[in-house]
């Protein structure tokens, strides 16, 4: 079975960090484009930040520009998404899957996501 299962989210304060990580199994991600998107309480879902499996080339939101560094592990077969400087704002539950680097867009199933919260 082809899955991404996201993992790492949490409660953290505002200012602080976390490390979320998207683990592929019954595949190899290494030529996919694997983004990281989100969904607000009332919002609709949006993309975060992209990263290509040909050329190590990413994309962000603007909302994340500066804060949040896609990367991607081959070997471990994993492409995580280190946030800093977390705002309030960001709390979401935030998903993996396929993507268009240069639009961001998602393509294939959602998972489960993982809650990310960011309070005081």
């Known amino acids: 079975q082809l899955q991404l299962v996201e993992s790492g989210g949490g409660l953290v304060q505002p200012g602080g960090s976390l490390r979320l990580s998207c683990a592929a199994s019954?595949?190899?991600?290494?030529?996919?484009?694997i983004g990281w998107f989100r969904q607000a309480p009332g919002k609709e879902r949006e993309g975060v930040s992209c990263?290509?499996?040909?050329?190590?080339?990413?994309n962000y939101a603007d909302s994340v520009k500066g804060r949040f560094t896609i990367s991607r592990d081959n070997a471990k077969n994993t492409v995580y998404l280190q946030m800093n400087s977390l705002k309030p704002e960001d709390t979401a539950i935030y998903y993996c899957?396929?993507?268009?680097?240069?639009?961001?867009?998602?393509?294939?199933?959602w998972g489960q996501g993982t809650q990310v919260t960011v309070s005081s």
């Open positions: 019954g595949f190899t991600l290494d030529r996919y484009d």
């Open positions: 899957l396929g993507c268009s680097v240069p639009t961001m867009g998602p393509f294939g199933s």
């Open positions: 990263i290509s499996g040909s050329d190590g080339s990413t």
